[in-house]
């Protein structure tokens, strides 16, 4: 733990500090450079439809298209939707599996898929196709050590 300064013309004192734990920032680190060999790959895989996370990319553009293209729906009277994706957010949730493989279990996999009712045929093709397919990061080069190193982070 170090003091960091809350304000920065007031001098460090018991008032004016905050900590800073300097632990976290190796783990940050590893974090940061694991997430660097990744998104090369998935911003490829996007195919020029992602705008965060990528060096240039804010969401002026993607907000912008689409007020137009509900604004345009709108005037002709048609149902449109949008669907936004926060790719960031998504890389904690369900990415990692389509990126790196299979994480779950492949038991720990059967019993949810038990749990929500799925029929077993229904279940072994959806465990096959899980199993087989080909990730994100294998597709597009990244190496298996990498691939390796970011399924177990």
Aim: overall charge positive; hydrophobic content about 45%; charged content about 20%.
């Amino acid at each position: 733990m170090a003091p960091a300064p809350r304000k920065s013309r007031l001098p460090l004192s018991l008032q004016n500090a905050r900590g800073v734990l300097c632990s976290s920032v190796p783990g940050k680190l590893y974090g940061r450079c694991l997430r660097a060999q990744a998104v090369k790959a998935l911003a490829d895989e996007c195919g020029g439809r992602q705008f965060g996370a990528v060096p240039g990319g804010g969401i002026d553009v993607p907000s912008m298209a689409a007020h137009l293209f509900m604004e345009s729906a709108a005037l002709r009277c048609r149902a449109a939707a949008i669907v936004f994706m926060d790719v960031k957010g998504a890389f904690y949730s369900i990415l990692p599996e389509l990126a790196v493989g299979p994480l779950l279990a492949q038991d720990k996999r059967r019993q949810l898929f038990r749990n929500l009712g799925m029929s077993q045929a229904a279940a072994d093709s959806l465990e096959h196709t899980i199993e087989n397919a080909d990730t994100i990061l294998q597709r597009r080069g990244v190496s298996p050590q990498w691939r390796s190193a970011l399924a177990d982070w």
